[in-house]
């Protein structure tokens, strides 16, 4: 580096790169450590469908209703979100900091025979680069980085004029304690132990500012459950624990 550049300002947590780093060969086990992902999986990706239709314009039941669209995920782990992304038309790019995940993804996009762009990199470099896309995801992401208001202009920065964002975390109260660390974790072990720390869980109202703070109108607001009777997840008004946060720039 040139004594006159500039190094990006980062959101990374080392601790929390290492720790999914050692989990990646778990990514697209559904009966391992990311099981729980995998049963997430299809209300994250009805979410995403339903608000990029309804913003683009879109057939919800079209089998490329996002053809055509550049999607942006950010922490894409083994690529869970983006290999179907990819199917419904979609030009997607991944990007994680941990070097293991994006190799772990890239083998498994090669399999399937999809082309995916994935990168290890950060959302603030992609910011810092120009780069920009019509969708942007940050899903289960923020509770993870050492920054939130830089993370979330970051994210903000990389969504196109009349793109959106959509992040997807969980809320900072007794309830999510209880049931995203306690249940998940100690009890029903969907978690490996330590995967959450409920002081870094960021509260729906800091959200949505730090979206509207960054030039971004919050347009839905999406609680998730977990239905035992039906062992899926499903939307609800409820965003006292998991919630899902949509937002468009004009």
Known sequence: MRPTETPTPSTLDPGEV??????????????GKMGVLHKFNPVRLTHIREEACARFGRDRNALDALAGLSVLDIGCGGGLLCEPL???????????????NVETARLHAKLSGLSIDYRCTTAEERAAAGAQFDIVLAMEVVEHVADVSLFVKACSTLVKPGGLLVMA?????????ALAIV????????????????????????????MTENGLAVTDRKGV????????????SDLSVNYMLTAGRD
Not at 91 to 100: E, K, M, W
Not at 225 to 236: A, I, K, N, P
């Open 86 to 100: 990819a199917r419904m038309g979609a030009t997607v790019t991944g990007i994680d900091p941990a070097r293991t």
């Open 183 to 210: 249940g998940a974790e100690y009890v029903l072990r969907w978690l490996p132990r330590g995967t959450h720390e409920w002081d870094k869980f960021v509260t729906p109202e800091d959200l949505s500012a730090a």
């Open 169 to 177: 975390t969980i809320n900072r109260t007794l309830k999510s304690y």
């Open 18 to 31: 290492d720790k999914f780093s050692r989990l990646a060969a778990e990514w697209w086990n559904p009966a």
């Open 225 to 236: 459950r977990y239905d035992l009777l039906r062992d899926r997840w499903v939307e609800t």
